[in-house]
């Protein structure tokens, strides 16, 4: 109650903090009238003048007010687009390294050219990230003009560029391009034998576009870049041996779970195998050492219960083959991972394939926080605002709109079955059509996006073809005459460039657009349609002149009067056709209605055979509801229902939460030693010799041997005099008489240690001389790193398994974090020791050919980012179709026009949408005829 008082007196933080900036909103203000009156030149001037101010030492918050001011005039001359004030202030939060949230519409892309320019002016770099390819080149063309103009370099990072190509564009004062590229491409150069083959210059500054999807949304997916591992087809089958002996009391099956686990029991059965079958060479079963031959023997134990023949899998041609659960159909190409199919084709006597490791992997989370300097900006943040502070120490500052929001977000309704609430929903898209008010439909998934699309087909609707700009003139004529087109177009997130196209034409009145929840985000919906968007795609085989003027200034003349008409008909109507488990995802597809004043209207249909609401005690509520004399097609709408789920939404939302800073903490732990081996590599790669490194590993190994073999404080007679001959010659390649000194009167460990010192420096420094100074600095740097990689992705493949088995220690009343963090010390630790070991052991036996040295090149590698919404492989190659496409002029994310497809060669249609027409002309659907999966 207090608090409430308190906010209405002293306004909430938000506001006291926006109060802040009125000063410096007013100094900016107060210099427009003096830069207005500049040239050009002298305006571009201003930058060279402050790039002067920031190397004399000025911060780059003395010069805001003078750097905002600049970049407003040169949008101003640029893009014919002026800063308001609340843009202003969305630029000086940027700046300050927090999140602004503001709403769809508001012009975020044109915010960021105020702080990207502001502190691109400090020479070191400024990252503008985008969640596509497709807005990544649109921003970088469109704002790129005003830096540009102003004197700056931009660059762009997109899928399918070269080094040398993302080298030169990261060396730019200002670099565009997508999460998953500067990901990978950090990974990539933490791979790299040379400094000068590494293409990122550092992490100074980054501006997260569209935040909440990129840090939240996809922070539960790791970036994986993964290469194929050594052939360990003799540990499979040696595995798949020894579980025919288990009998039914050594493991649990749990059919239901699809889950199995050995029991107490099992465990000391399985161990007594591997050690007699040579397989558990040291300790117990689950020490860490041993945690990838505990995820061995668990994928065969998997493999033997848990799948069977002919139901799960066949074996054709000497494969095992996948059979889809839910279609019975086979999926020849894919394979089960972690090591579950060589398991199965050990099981199945066929050939063992080869299984990808983990080269390398980061998450989005651990990879931004690498930046001096982060900030965001989205639509929708606030809902989020603990997780961005708690992980990211990102504050969210809600901006307000420039114009008032006038959309009415109506009550949900509620329907007893999804049948109804879809019937209900098509209701709506129909009544609202016949006023001509233009429809966008969310759905929470693409499966459920196609559904709805498949009842409008049947319902007389006609599914538009985007790739055929004609295709859009029913719709068009009918907005004109003020009638319902009764037709509709599905957009899925999955084609970037022609989901914009999608997106900008969804205000046309009487437009109907069904998609799901998170697709076209960065491209505004206009009420009447876009008419930039129009002109490219129209207008893209006519020549300049006077006939492309005239139709220019129609096409715009039409825009406004169907805006008009938009308006009239009460503006975008959102309809959500279920609850998202994030309120945030729920409010972004609302926010999509109402741009910059606009009216709007939003409603979600639900039923109680919905995700949300089955989870959420939808039975009880189905009783209450039938004794209530609910009847078919009727539904229930009341402000607590909105409550009521919302609330369940809060509830999931923070489980959601919790998982993903579980997963965080685990993934620290590898982070941690992450940046420690990436550093120590950057180091070796930067000095010009690690002959130092390499003598300290050499007496490390000296000192590790001695310690062992002759124990502090231990007598004479109990020294492993034999152990310490025997490792001397293995790691050091030196035969000493190591027995004789021992017999030595007096003789200490201590002069022991230092003779074999002695010994092996005066070695290496003969193999020196016989191989030249020179040559050996180069070996022994490649080695150190060669050496370090291979050790670090072994390391890898363990933490993984580990990670894995780890959860059992709760069992017997252990921490699994603690435990985990416990056994990977340890391992790193044991990294350390065989690093120093295998690096010494390799440069005391090298012996160098006098040939040209190989180019040092990088291992076959291929990158993954599963979408969390999709579940696709966001980083997959491409079809045929769409590289034929590429190879013809045509951008993978852009469609082919179809007057430039031809039926008979698939290799000119380029990309086409699943539920687009089949460009073959057979009539069905892409997804039901070329496109469909074998």
Not at 871 to 899: I, K, S, Y
Request: charged letters at 30%; a negative charge; glycine letters at 6%.
């Amino acid at each position: 109650m207090f608090g409430a008082l308190a906010k209405k007196v002293f306004g909430s933080a938000n506001d006291r903090r926006l109060k802040t900036y009125r000063p410096r909103i007013a100094a900016i203000n107060a210099l427009e009238a003096e830069v207005s009156a500049l040239t050009d030149e002298q305006l571009r001037a201003r930058t060279d003048d402050f790039k002067r101010q920031v190397a004399d030492g000025k911060s780059l918050d003395d010069i805001l007010e003078p750097a905002f001011a600049t970049v407003r005039e040169a949008a101003k001359r640029v893009l014919g687009q002026r800063h308001f004030d609340v843009q202003l202030i969305g630029g000086m939060v940027l700046h300050e390294g927090s999140i602004a949230e503001m709403k769809t519409g508001e012009g975020k892309t044109l915010v960021a050219t105020l702080p990207t320019y502001l502190n691109a002016l400090s020479g070191k770099g400024v990252h503008v990230v985008t969640v596509n390819d497709y807005l990544a080149r649109r921003d970088a063309e469109w704002m790129g003009q005003v830096y540009r103009f102003l004197g700056l370099s931009v660059g762009i990072i997109v899928h399918g560029l070269d080094d040398m190509e993302r080298a030169e564009a990261y060396a730019c004062d200002i670099t565009y391009g997508t999460n998953n590229e500067f990901g990978f491409d950090y990974l990539r150069d933490n791979m790299k034998y040379e400094l000068n083959q590494m293409v990122q210059r550092g992490h100074n500054f980054a501006i997260v576009d569209e935040v909440d999807s990129i840090l939240v949304d996809e922070a539960r997916t790791p970036l994986i870049i993964s290469g194929p591992l050594d052939d360990r087809s003799e540990l499979y089958n040696s595995i798949d041996a020894l579980l025919p002996r288990l009998v039914k009391g050594d493991y649990d099956v749990d059919e239901k779970q699809r889950a199995v686990s050995l029991t107490e029991a099992g465990n000391e059965h399985i161990e007594e195998l591997l050690e007699g079958a040579g397989l558990l060479k040291e300790g117990s079963l689950y020490d860490a050492a041993n945690a990838t031959l505990v995820h061995h023997v668990n994928q065969a134990l998997r493999a033997h219960t848990l799948f069977q023949r002919d139901k799960d899998y066949i074996v054709r041609n000497g494969e095992v083959v996948i059979i889809d659960e839910f279609t019975g159909r086979m999926m020849p190409g894919r394979r089960y991972s972690e090591g579950l199919h060589q398991a199965l084709e050990a099981k199945e006597r066929v050939q063992v394939q080869p299984e990808n490791q983990t080269l390398a992997s980061i998450t989005f989370q651990n990879y931004f926080r690498l930046y001096k300097k982060l900030a965001g900006m989205t639509g929708t943040a606030a809902t989020e605002a603990d997780e961005f502070l708690d992980i990211y120490r990102l504050e969210v500052v809600e901006i307000p709109t420039n114009l008032a929001v006038s959309r009415l977000d109506e009550d949900d309704e509620v329907y007893r079955t999804a049948a109804e609430k879809v019937k209900a929903i098509v209701r709506e898209i129909e009544a609202a059509a016949e006023k001509g008010q233009p429809i966008l439909v969310g759905t929470t998934s693409i499966e459920k996006s196609e559904q709805l699309a498949d009842f409008m087909v049947e319902q007389g609707y006609t599914l538009i073809d985007f790739s055929n700009p004609a295709a859009l003139e029913p719709l068009y004529r009918a907005a004109r005459d003020g009638k319902p087109a009764r037709t509709f177009a599905v957009l899925n997130a999955r084609f970037h460039e022609q989901e914009a196209f999608i997106v900008a034409q969804a205000g046309v009145p009487g437009a109907v657009t069904i998609a799901t929840n998170m697709a076209g985000r960065g491209t505004d919906i206009q009420l009447g349609g876009n008419a930039d968007m129009r002109i490219r795609h129209e207008l893209v085989d006519l020549p300049e002149g006077e006939e492309r003027d005239g139709r220019i200034e129609a096409i715009r003349a039409e825009v406004a009067e169907l805006k008009q008409k938009a308006l009239a008909a009460g503006g975008l109507y959102v309809v959500g056709t279920e609850r998202h488990e994030s309120r945030r995802i729920d409010n972004q597809l609302r926010g999509r209605s109402g741009r910059q004043g606009d009216p709007g209207r939003s409603k979600f249909f639900l039923s109680l055979q919905d995700d949300l609401m089955r989870i959420f005690g939808s039975e009880r509520m189905d009783g209450m509801l039938q004794k209530l004399g609910l009847k078919e097609d009727e539904a229930i709408i009341h402000p607590w229902i909105n409550k009521a789920i919302e609330k369940a939404q809060q509830k999931v939302e923070a489980r959601n939460f919790d998982m993903r800073k579980n997963i965080l903490k685990y993934d620290d732990v590898m982070n941690d030693q992450r940046k420690v081996v990436f550093e120590q590599r950057r180091e070796f790669m930067a000095e010009e010799t690690v002959r130092a490194t390499i003598d300290d590993m050499r007496h490390g190994v000296v000192d590790d041997l001695v310690a062992r073999h002759i124990p502090e404080a231990a007598y004479p007679e109990q020294w492993d005099v034999a152990g310490l001959d025997e490792d001397v010659q293995r790691l050091l390649n030196l035969e000493v008489p190591v027995s004789d000194w021992a017999k030595e009167e007096g003789i200490a460990d201590e002069e022991i240690r230092e003779r074999i010192k002695a010994a092996a420096d005066e070695a290496y420094e003969g193999r020196i001389e016989k191989n030249t100074a020179e040559v050996m600095t180069y070996v022994e740097k490649q080695v150190l790193l060669q050496m370090l990689d291979h050790l670090w992705r072994e390391h890898l493949v363990t933490l993984d398994h580990l990670r894995q088995v780890i959860g059992w220690r709760s069992m017997a009343q252990r921490d699994p974090l603690n435990e985990y963090k416990q056994e990977a010390f340890e391992l790193f630790d044991g990294l350390i020791t065989h690093l120093r070991e295998q690096v010494t052991a390799q440069l005391m036996r090298v012996e160098v050919m006098f040939d040209a040295p190989p180019q040092q090149e990088l291992p076959p590698m291929q990158a993954t980012h599963l979408d969390p919404l999709t579940g696709e492989n966001e980083m997959a190659p491409m079809d045929v179709h769409t590289r034929a496409a590429m190879q013809l002029g045509f951008q993978a994310d852009e469609p082919v026009p179809a007057a430039q497809r031809d039926p008979n060669d698939p290799s000119t249609w380029g990309r086409v949408g699943r539920n687009e027409p089949c460009p073959c002309g057979s009539g069905k659907k892409y997804k039901h005829c070329h496109g469909a999966i074998a």
